[in-house]
C-alpha cells in the first residue's frame, strides 16, 4: 500500500473512532454521566472532526465523505437554528400557551451538528462500500 493510501486508512480509523466516541456521548447522556465525561467525548469529536478537516484533501474519497458530513452538518444547523423557534411558537400559539423558553440551547444544536456529520460521514461511507 502506499504511503497515501495507508494515511487515507488512518484517517478512516480515526473517523471511525468519531462514530465511536459519537454512540459513547449519546449513552453518557442517557445514562446520567458525568459532566466531565461528557465533555470528554464532546472534545474528542471536535479534536477528529478538525482532523478530518486537515486530511480531506489528501484523498478524492475522504473529501467526499468530508462534504457528505459537513453538508448535513450545515443543513441541520440551519434548520435548528431558524425553523424549530417559529415552528414551536406556531404549535404554541394552535395550543394557547406561551412558553418564553428557547426550545434548544446552543449546545444542543453544536451537539445535534455533530452527530449529523459523523452519520452522514458513515452513512457516505457505508453506501460506497462494495
Do not use: C
Amino acid at each position: 500500500m502506499s504511503s497515501a493510501g495507508q494515511r487515507a486508512q488512518k484517517t478512516l480509523w480515526v473517523a471511525h473512532i468519531g462514530g465511536a466516541g459519537m454512540l459513547a456521548l449519546i449513552a453518557a447522556q442517557l445514562f446520567g454521566a458525568p459532566e466531565f465525561v461528557r465533555g470528554f467525548f464532546t472534545g474528542l469529536m471536535l479534536v477528529i472532526v478538525l482532523v478530518l478537516l486537515i486530511r480531506r484533501r489528501d484523498d478524492e474519497y475522504l473529501a467526499r465523505l468530508w462534504n457528505a458530513g459537513a453538508a448535513t452538518a450545515f443543513t441541520v444547523t440551519v434548520v435548528l437554528t431558524f425553523y424549530v423557534g417559529p415552528i414551536r411558537g406556531f404549535i404554541d400559539g394552535l395550543r394557547g400557551v406561551y412558553d418564553p423558553t428557547p426550545p434548544l440551547s446552543a449546545d444542543a444544536v453544536g451537539l445535534t451538528a455533530l452527530f449529523a456529520f459523523f452519520l452522514a460521514f458513515h452513512l457516505e461511507l457505508l453506501r460506497d462500500r462494495p
